[in-house]
Structures are given as structure tokens and as C-alpha cells.
Nanobody, 118 residues
Framework: AQLVEFGGGMVEPGGSLNLSCVVSGFTLRSYSMAWYRQAPDKNRELVARITTNSLYRDYAASVKGRFTISRDNAKNTVYLHMNNLKPEDTALYYC????????????WGQGTQVTVPS
């Protein structure tokens, strides 16, 4: 499996960013997918996850109402739309294969940095 994230950057508080995760080496439509993030000196945390058919989506309380996870199985891509960004959203954002955090490093992307200055 290969997962590559795009779309990170620096944005002012209140701004928006759209992250993309392009996957290859496996059939995306067969797997739930998730976004995680890790800020400096903090544990990795689940941001959002989505089932194979997009019928169920789960969000961390800190991002609910501001972030939206979506997917396009035909394009082998998973998205994270982030609105009303806050300084506490600053982190390295990872795309991951599966509903739960995988122990296989190959099920994770390399991450894309999101920075929201205070």
C-alpha cells in the first residue's frame, strides 16, 4: 500500500485548507479510511474516519462541525476539508488505511504539515 497526502500549508486562524490522500497498491473501496494528526510533544490523535461507502463518519470532538472527511473511490482519494482553523489544529496530518490505527507502517502516509499561527 502507498498513501500520499497533499494540501498542507500555513493558513491564518479562521481560514480553510483541503487535504487529499491519494492511495495505490490496494482497493480503496474495500477499506475504511482515517485521518490522524500529531502535534509536537503530543500523542497522535484520530481526527476523522469514514466507512467504505461513506455512510458513517466519525470525528474528534475538537473538530466536529469544522472538518469534513470524504472519499472518491473512483479517484483513489480521501479528503479532509478543514474550515475555521485554529492554532490548536497545527500538526502533521496523516492519512491511514482502516477504521482503527494500523500497526503496519505501510498503512500510513508520510504526513502533510498544517500550521495555523497564533
Amino acid at each position: 500500500a502507498q498513501l500520499v497526502e497533499f494540501g498542507g500549508g500555513m493558513v491564518e486562524p479562521g481560514g480553510s485548507l483541503n487535504l487529499s490522500c491519494v492511495v495505490s497498491g490496494f482497493t480503496l473501496r474495500s477499506y475504511s479510511m482515517a485521518w490522524y494528526r500529531q502535534a509536537p510533544d503530543k500523542n497522535r490523535e484520530l481526527v476523522a474516519r469514514i466507512t467504505t461507502n461513506s455512510l458513517y463518519r466519525d470525528y474528534a470532538a475538537s473538530v466536529k462541525g469544522r472538518f469534513t472527511i470524504s472519499r472518491d473511490n473512483a479517484k483513489n482519494t480521501v479528503y479532509l476539508h478543514m474550515n475555521n482553523l485554529k492554532p490548536e489544529d497545527t500538526a502533521l496530518y496523516y492519512c491511514s488505511k482502516g477504521w482503527s490505527a494500523s500497526q503496519n507502517p505501510g498503512d500510513w502516509g508520510q504526513g502533510t504539515q498544517v500550521t495555523v499561527p497564533s
